[in-house]
């Protein structure tokens, strides 16, 4: 029992110093791909007086250019499923939710190597779309946000880390359609989506616009070129517009992500 307990001991240690060395600046490329679940909230007095809920499907790909102080990446998400009120199926509608990320972060000095802090910011764009049947009833939100943003990750034993994700926007750009959820203006831009997505931005002030992405994660370590991940993420979106002729909505998702990451 003795060998055995002692045997234990030397693996857990290992496996320590092996995740920890992880943690140590140096410089590399990485590229990741996600795919998971996407459950749904919505109220949106623009589209519908009643409360909307729904499951879709996630897809994610990033890259990262780690430096020895710091990283910059580029991310895009991509989810798409149905929502329908719990009184009725005839309200069953599709939605669409894109997002793009540019940005970076600081490396923080710790002397442990068994920490990362990261401190940084990106730009983000957020398009979230619903319709009913394709019949021009539909709503959408588009956001231009730029969002402070602070990543923690521990390394545990065995190769493996965890770690958590908080951002919110700073400064928020917001367009929505008009309460009638179609208008000529849209109709003239479909084939113009660049106006579509600037045409009639609103600075949204953090009175008028609350919102936050928290997301925690566990990493397996098969080698320093390979990791496992799984992921959850609270992404929670409320607008309470100041003109009174506009309609307010909350948005919250919880997402559930396995991924891939592979380092080079």
Known sequence: MKKIGLLLIIYISFGLQYTSAQFRPYKY??????????????????????????LGLLYGIQYKRNRLKGDYFIKANYSHGKLKAAISKATLSKFQNGELQLGGHYRMPIANKKYLLKLGAYYAFNLFYVDFEEQNALTFFITHDIRPNVTFTCAIPLNQSLHIDFSFPLLTFMIRPPLTGWDEELEI????????????????????????????????????????????????????????????????????????????
């Open 29 to 54: 490329h990485e590229i990741l791909v996600e795919t998971g679940l996407n459950n749904i909230y919505l109220q949106d007095l623009n589209f519908s007086p009643l409360n909307y809920s729904g």
């Open 189 to 264: 831009n479909q084939s113009h989506p660049l106006r579509l997505i600037s045409n009639n931005a609103q600075l949204a002030s953090l009175n008028h616009y609350q919102a936050f992405d928290l997301q925690l994660g566990y990493h397996y370590h098969l080698s320093d070129k390979f990791k496992l991940g799984l992921n959850y993420i609270l992404a929670y979106r409320h607008w309470n517009p100041v003109n009174t002729l506009e309609a307010p909505f909350t948005l919250a998702q919880n997402r559930w992500q396995v991924n891939v990451i592979t380092r080079f």
